[in-house]
């Protein structure tokens, strides 16, 4: 039993349309009103007396899916939570109802708008001035410098006023620094993920090993962040295990040791992702055993619970910071703008960016 989202009317909408449909499950989008309780909904699919087909692209962000178990036991089923997971990393709430529409049980709690809460910019400032907390953290190592607040006053304005900044910073600026501090403010005072994308494997490596950690030391308030890859970077495990049931002769003999030793490494690594192999195969020995969009079968998969390239799909969903490449960023904007769905794509749901190594962004974005 969980808070009554629904009005009167959603309430008799949904029990009648269930009987019309002879009790069975039912699949229903609700969206919601200023007032935060659902006021419309939508049937997208009707199946048996224990299953729907769940049509993933008809909820966008901010709305709600519904969806009864006639038997009136409501504790989620392991498809259940596969595909709430999936609406869940797109910014959809997902909820059990009764026949009746009487009783709820939450499985994803829904995505509500917030009031924005803008960054006080001495406030901000503080975290990088002598007593403040980066300075406490790094030690001798710390150093003052006026241009790396001037920059964070730039970036932390543009945050608050929905603006464009360009911002050209000399070496030793300290720029890094200079936008995560309010970039990170942000995302903890709105729970609102920002987007820090770069050009290079080497900057992404110091966001990610150095500068965010010792950000994360400093501020009083815990945040998750991601390095973001693009779903080759990982192994299939549905994949390699069809390599292991036979396909071993569609492999020359120079990548038979490879993918021995690749299929060794399954077993044990808890990442996946190519970063985390101890030698670089070849391109073909990693497309044989990679993830790939064209060829996955998503929540259909038998492996899809321990599916690495899911499993960092659902972490990222719950960080505050993304950190990517160029070219990734713009193959997500590329497949939202030919989707039908605003925010289908690679990357969740965000509303800010931060281009770092913006000068390379011509490159990236006229090749997608």
């Not at 505050?320 to 497949?335: E, G, P, R, T, Y």
């Amino acid at each position: 039993m969980h808070k009554d989202f629904f009005s009167e009317s959603v309430k008799s909408t949904i029990k009648n349309i269930i009987e019309e449909a002879s009790g069975n499950e039912v699949f229903f989008v609700g969206s919601f009103s200023r007032e935060k309780v659902i006021e419309d909904v939508q049937v997208v699919a009707r199946g048996n007396d224990y299953s729907v087909p769940a049509v993933i692209e008809s909820a966008s962000p901010g709305d709600v899916v519904i969806h009864n178990h006639p038997s009136g036991n409501l504790t989620p089923s392991n498809q259940d939570i596969q595909i709430a997971s999936v609406f869940g990393n797109q910014g959809v709430g997902f909820l059990i109802v009764d026949n009746n529409a009487s009783q709820v049980y939450v499985v994803v709690e829904p995505f509500f708008e917030r009031e924005i809460e803008l960054l006080d910019i001495e406030e901000t400032k503080t975290a990088l001035l002598p007593k403040g907390k980066v300075a406490e953290v790094m030690g001798d190592k710390y150093e003052l410098r006026d241009e790396q607040l001037h920059m964070l006053e730039s970036v932390t304005t543009s945050f608050n006023d929905n603006l464009i900044s360009l911002v050209e910073a000399g070496t030793g600026t300290g720029k890094t620094l200079s936008y995560l501090v309010p970039a990170i403010n942000w995302a903890l005072k709105n729970e609102e993920r920002v987007v820090i994308s770069t050009n290079t494997i080497n900057l992404q490596e110091q966001l990610i090993d150095k500068d965010i950690p010792l950000l994360y030391n400093a501020f009083d308030d815990d945040f998750n962040y991601s390095l973001v890859k693009g779903m080759r970077n990982y192994l299939c495990l549905l994949r390699t295990e069809t390599i292991q049931e036979g396909l071993f002769e569609m492999a020359d003999d120079d990548e038979v040791g490879s993918i021995d030793d690749i299929l060794e490494w399954a077993k044990v690594t808890e990442d996946g992702s190519l970063s985390d192999l101890s030698f670089t195969p070849s391109d073909s020995v990693w497309e044989k055993v990679s993830a790939e969009s064209d060829s996955c079968l998503r929540a259909r998969c038998p492996y899809y619970s321990r599916c690495f390239f899911y499993k960092s799909r659902r972490e990222i969903a719950s960080s505050q910071l993304l950190i990517v490449n160029h070219h990734l960023l713009f193959s997500d904007l590329a497949i939202k703008s030919a989707s039908e769905s605003s925010d289908a794509g690679i990357l969740p749901p965000f509303k800010r960016v931060i281009f770092d190594e913006a000068h390379h962004l011509n490159d990236a974005a006229t090749s997608h």
